[in-house]
């Protein structure tokens, strides 16, 4: 089914038409024409499937309706602006996200759309809004921010969007999607969208939609394009594993996942050690540091990026081949949300876990989930039970004070120091050199 079979503006097609979108998604198929007439939604779909069109476009059909900017010879009307629209997601980079798409979706239209959120400077954001904007993407602690220290106005907010609502649930922000709903206009309409469709989420969507039409286009918890797998392999010789894999593989961008920022330093470190040019992308990261990293990643200066669950939600990188789950999440539904990742908008994905003994239990949990039992793979070499090289025979395990699988750092008192360039003397079990070939002679040089 192609966008024109609704009824959006000739320049909402002209943008969609911009973008190359062609056919519909089935979420956009669904959504598009009972969103048109201003019912609530209660959506759940996976990632990557085009849900930001699928609100913002029926959203924008609306806004050209009520404020009558077009006569039948399509002369512009000059019009006030106002937030009309309001969309809450969890994270900075899916606002910035939504809102590029939005804005993009809205090029031919004389809407305002801005994003507001944490980690970077209010005061362009706060002259944003004060020159007049129609639809405000924003994260909840920085809309309030703008709310409680400049008296934001949102009562003229007649459609309210919560994007990513299990992931809003899983960040606390319950009570602050329902005190938005206190301050919009008494009559809008509220769209929610969701990945996973978990017992909170229901009783949220049950508690502030007014007879929703609930749709469900998630045939599996993952998108049917990717490719999972899992390699079997010791914890203390995840970092090793991967580095042979890029290299054997000649793997160029590669998105890797682990638990905790601690775990994402400890990585890049080694993948550096190992010649991989990667960066870090963790919450304790400044917003230029985060999107320098992304945009170094999306134009392949850097072959790896590792990240913690942060990213997870609201990175939109086209063509994704690999997703790699280092480190198992916490949650079995974050799961979903990392392999999402990849197999975007239609084009076929790969999702590799690295899964030790104690990662077992978890991965039992995500497969329950996503409903596949999935493939078992070990590297020669990496067999379990296999000796451990001699770097790894006096490791002493430490662990830390926190809840949670996969939470402990390891010592390793038999680490060669660093040379004069910086570089490590690890070799593969393998193969008896570094995942790149790099011998210790050449390394000492």
Request: with cysteine; glycine share 6%.
């Given at each position: ?217 998630a045939t599996s918890a993952t998108a049917s394009l990717i490719t999972q797998e899992i390699y079997l392999v010791d914890t203390r010789r995840k970092a090793e594993l991967l580095s042979e894999l890029i290299g054997r593989n000649n793997w160029q961008q590669v998105l890797v996942f682990v638990s905790t920022r601690e775990s994402a330093e400890h990585l890049h470190a080694e993948l550096k050690l190992d010649g991989v040019k990667n960066a870090v992308f963790h919450g304790e990261k400044t917003q230029g540091a985060r999107n320098r990293a992304l945009e170094e990643f999306k134009s392949g200066k850097l072959r790896v990026m590792v990240a913690t669950d942060v990213a997870a939600r609201g990175l939109d990188i ?128």
């Open positions: 089914m192609n966008f024109d079979a609704f009824d959006l503006h000739p320049k909402i097609l002209d943008a969609v038409s911009a973008r190359g979108y062609q056919q519909l998604t089935q979420v956009q198929s669904q959504v598009l024409p009972v969103a048109m007439e201003g019912k609530d939604i209660m959506a759940c779909a996976q990632t990557g499937t085009g849900k930001t069109a699928a609100f913002a476009l029926p959203l924008l059909n609306t806004l050209i309706k009520e404020y009558s900017l077009f006569t039948d010879s399509e002369a512009e009307l000059t019009h006030q602006s106002s937030v009309k629209v309001l969309v809450l997601t969890p994270t900075r980079e899916l606002a910035i996200q939504v809102a590029d798409n939005i804005t993009a979706y809205a090029q031919f239209l004389p809407f305002k759309t801005t994003a507001v959120y944490g980690g970077s400077n209010m005061n362009p954001q706060r002259k944003a809004l004060q020159a007049g904007v129609d639809i405000l993407v924003a994260t909840p602690g920085r809309l309030f921010d703008h709310i409680g220290q400049f008296g934001l106005d949102l009562s003229n907010v007649t459609h309210l969007v919560v994007d990513e609502a299990d992931r809003m649930l899983d960040l606390g922000f319950v009570r602050d999607i329902e005190k938005v709903k206190k301050l919009v206009a008494p009559a809008h309409q509220t769209l929610f969208f969701s990945a996973t469709y978990s017992d909170a989420v229901k009783t949220l969507a049950e508690k502030m939609l007014i007879a929703p039409e609930w749709i469900n286009v086209e063509a994704l081949p690999l997703v790699i789950n280092l480190e198992l999440p916490f949650a079995a539904e974050d799961y979903v949300h990392r392999v999402g990742r990849t197999g975007r908008a239609g084009l076929a994905g790969r999702a590799i876990s690295f899964v030790s003994p104690q990662d077992r239990e978890m991965m039992q949990e995500i497969e329950v989930l996503i409903a596949q039992t999935l493939p078992r793979i070990t590297m020669p070499g990496y067999e379990e039970g296999a000796p451990l090289p001699a770097r790894y025979r006096d490791v002493v395990v430490k662990p830390v004070k926190e809840k949670g699988h996969n939470k402990r750092k390891y010592e390793d008192k038999n680490r060669p120091a660093k040379n004069a360039v910086g570089k490590s003397n690890y070799r593969s079990a393998a193969s008896g050199k570094s995942s790149y070939g790099r011998s210790k002679d050449k390394a000492k040089k």
